[in-house]
Nanobody, 116 residues
């Protein structure tokens, strides 16, 4: 089992920055990949970025503006979001995937609102 808790969401003006955090606990050593997803009102959940021990991957909408990182000593994953746009407004979810069991885990999400 893996437990994930997101934090860092809030209200920010267009062009501003936020850093989201995802604290992981439980069977952390078994995690193969982690990622950030988001879901805007009335839309499907979509990938923002993923990270493994060897690579990162970004949605086109996030490239050049968002940076995903992971601090293994703190069991925490981050999403640094810069140059935020109103269309980035969504609930952001943390995800962890374990290849050995084909199980994935989700946090409860943190709301990001980009508005003036």
């Amino acid at each position: 089992q893996v437990q994930l808790v997101e934090s860092g969401g809030g209200l920010v003006q267009p062009g501003g920055s936020l850093r989201l955090s995802c604290a992981a606990s439980g069977s952390i050593a078994r995690i193969s990949a982690m990622g950030w997803y988001r879901q805007a009102t009335g839309k499907q959940r979509e990938l923002v970025a993923t990270i493994t021990t060897s690579s990162t991957n970004y949605a086109d909408s996030a490239k050049g503006r968002f940076t995903i990182s992971r601090d293994n000593a703190k069991n925490t994953m981050y999403l640094q979001m810069n140059s935020l746009k109103p269309e980035d407004t969504a609930v952001y979810y943390c995800n962890a995937f374990i290849i050995a069991t084909s199980m994935e885990y989700w946090g409860k999400g943190t709301l990001v609102t980009v508005s003036s």
